[in-house]
């Protein structure tokens, strides 16, 4: 099929309904989950097939709304996006529109990446300034400096950012921060830029090594991916290729935070250990145990787990995307736990609907204290964003009686198949439409 979504991602049936997911206190948890391709990962495999001419595939790829969207934006700007079950073929033509409009853009933040393709083939590129996750600032000055560094010259109007450049060239940069986000843009238009870039104080995440290696196959010369020193010799053309999404670090997560509160034993097929060795350590302190194996994750959790304390750090330290399950976790853990943010401002938004649901969390400044309890209660809640709707329903399984959470396409932006695969394992779980008009 084209780039066209299944009924179920949209968020509204257009009449006053609106697509929820309803929980009610699930007893252990046994089975099997394939875990799928990361998310964070495709989306930027799909905006580097503008590097090259020619039709890619991409297998592993998770059936979530982000990915439709990053399809509806390449379409846009004039690629062919087909999708089928787990794949997704893309042909990129000779030319292509080099505008990422807002009423796409504004819908997902990691539309974003394909700026530096865009520059490192067309040598221009108008891109509306990002939307997605509404969790606090994340500006792109990273992305436009280090693009810069390598010739690109920029302007801003009517809120979109517009570059240009005659030919990029290889530049010596050092990150502020290592931004996922500016290391994959700029990798992607060092590959094509003329002469040796070095980027210093780069992202580490497993997503970078997995574009890394995709662009490797498509005839760059990239080293140091996985490393906090990318070597990039810039060659004068590429090739279309198929590749295998690495699998997604943040659904394994989930599960084994789903696990943690309904307790039980579950197997994550696909999931890999070494993605994720700091979580996996945090989570062994807290009592669960965890067998890894080449083929995935066997996780077991006997019963209620003890609390610790927790911090966020760039890769490989715990991702700020696990915070919110850790916070759900943690919330019916034994004992007091604290969780410090370290890397984005204003990511707690999710703890107020936690509260509703009886959970004793406080907030100070970027800490959040919690208090674990026996038993949550179930409520009505709503999902701000992918990881807080995740954290909500981690919440719910052990929860009495029943619970809401509203605005399910959040959750349907980052998990292929949620209500299938969590009854797999045990858990009372369906999508209901409710009428926000009563």
């Not at 580097?48 to 991409?58: C, H």
């Not at 699998?247 to 070494?274: F, N, P, Q, V, W």
């Not at 077991?300 to 976790?329: C, E, H, N």
Request: one cysteine or more.
């Amino acid at each position: 099929m084209k780039n066209e979504a299944p009924q179920q991602h949209d968020g509204s049936d257009g009449a006053g309904g609106y697509s929820s997911f309803r929980i009610r206190n699930s007893g252990p948890l046994e089975g099997t989950v394939r875990i799928q391709g990361a998310k964070n990962s495709v989306l930027k495999l799909m905006a580097a097939t503008l590097l090259a001419e020619g039709t890619f595939r991409i297998d592993n790829v998770p059936d979530i709304t982000d990915v439709y969207t990053m399809g509806e934006l390449l379409s846009s700007m004039g690629l062919t996006v087909t999708h089928g079950a787990g794949t997704v073929d893309i042909v990129c033509p000779a030319e292509c529109s080099t505008v990422a409009p807002y009423e796409i853009v504004g819908r997902i933040r990691a539309s974003i990446v394909v700026l530096g393709p865009l520059l490192a083939r067309f040598g221009e590129a108008t891109v509306a300034l990002p939307g997605g996750d509404n969790f606090g600032s994340r500006p792109i000055d990273m992305h436009l400096r280090g693009l810069e560094a390598m010739g690109a010259e920029f302007e801003t109007e009517h809120g979109d950012v517009i570059g240009r450049v005659d030919n990029l060239v290889g530049a010596d940069i050092l990150l502020d921060f290592p931004s996922v986000g500016a290391t994959e843009n700029l990798m992607m238009a060092a590959v094509r830029a003329k002469g040796i870039t070095v980027i210093d104080n780069v992202a580490r995440e497993p997503e970078i090594s997995d574009l890394a290696e995709m662009l490797n196959k498509m005839g760059a010369k990239i080293s140091g991916a996985g490393t906090s020193t990318l070597t990039i010799e810039g060659v004068d053309s590429l090739h279309a290729v198929d590749h295998t999404v690495v699998s997604d670090r943040l659904e394994s997560a989930t599960y084994m935070a789903a696990l943690a509160s309904a307790h039980g034993e579950i197997r994550l097929d696909g999931a890999r250990a070494h993605h994720m060795e700091m979580l996996l350590a945090k989570l062994r302190s807290m009592g669960m145990t965890i067998t890894p194996d080449d083929e995935g994750i066997t996780a077991v959790v006997p019963g209620r787990l003890t609390s610790v304390d927790v911090s966020t750090l760039p890769y490989p330290g715990i991702a700020t995307d696990y915070k919110p399950l850790i916070v759900a976790m943690l919330t019916l853990s034994e004992g007091v736990g604290i969780v410090t943010e370290n890397l984005y401002a204003g990511r707690f938004a999710y703890v107020s609907e936690l509260t509703r649901m009886g959970a004793s969390v406080r907030i100070d400044g970027h800490h959040a204290v919690v208090k674990g309890s026996e038993q949550l209660s179930g409520a009505r809640v709503k999902a701000h964003d992918i990881r807080a709707g995740a954290c909500l329903m981690v919440a719910a399984l052990s929860a009495e009686g029943e619970t809401i959470i509203s605005d399910a396409h959040h959750i349907d932006r980052g998990y292929t198949n949620f209500v299938g695969k969590l009854q797999g394992i045990g858990v009372d779980i369906e999508r209901v439409e409710v009428d926000r008009r009563r």
